[in-house]
């Protein structure tokens, strides 16, 4: 079971029978480290249909206000990390000096900042 306090929830460890009472995705999406601002647009979303806002056409008001600033898209899936998962493995450690050190991360860190 769970219960709510303000905004957050917590998840009781007795467990049961039946549907609960709501939906908690939005809050196991925060929980789960979702980026503030997919957890907020949720937030607006789920907010305007419980108010049951229509547009004119009939279908649910999902969109914000059009004073609000346009958000860019955010990608979950596409960034490729394994370069840098791989350049990370493949150090060793063990015979590493500071200088490569310093070196090793200037590079990594290139590559990272190449990704956004």
């Known amino acids: 079971s769970v ?5 957050e929830i917590i998840f009781l460890r007795k467990i049961e029978r039946g549907p609960a009472d ?14 503030e ?12 249909l419980e ?3 229509f547009t004119e056409f009939g279908t649910p008001r999902v969109m914000g206000r059009n004073t609000r600033k ?15 998962v791989n350049k990370l493995l493949g150090i060793d450690t063990s015979s590493l ?6 070196k090793r991360l200037l590079e990594i860190r290139k ?3 190449d990704l956004r």
């Open 3 to 7: 219960k709510e306090w303000g905004d």
């Open 22 to 35: 709501k939906s908690y995705g939005i809050q196991v999406a925060r929980l789960a480290g979702l980026p």
């Open 37 to 48: 601002p997919v957890v907020n647009r949720a937030k607006e979303v789920l907010n305007n």
């Open 51 to 53: 108010k049951s806002e």
């Open 70 to 84: 346009k958000a860019s898209q955010l990608d979950l899936f596409s960034v490729n990390y394994e370069p840098i």
């Open 97 to 102: 000096t500071p200088d490569d050190a310093v």
């Open 111 to 113: 590559m990272a900042e």
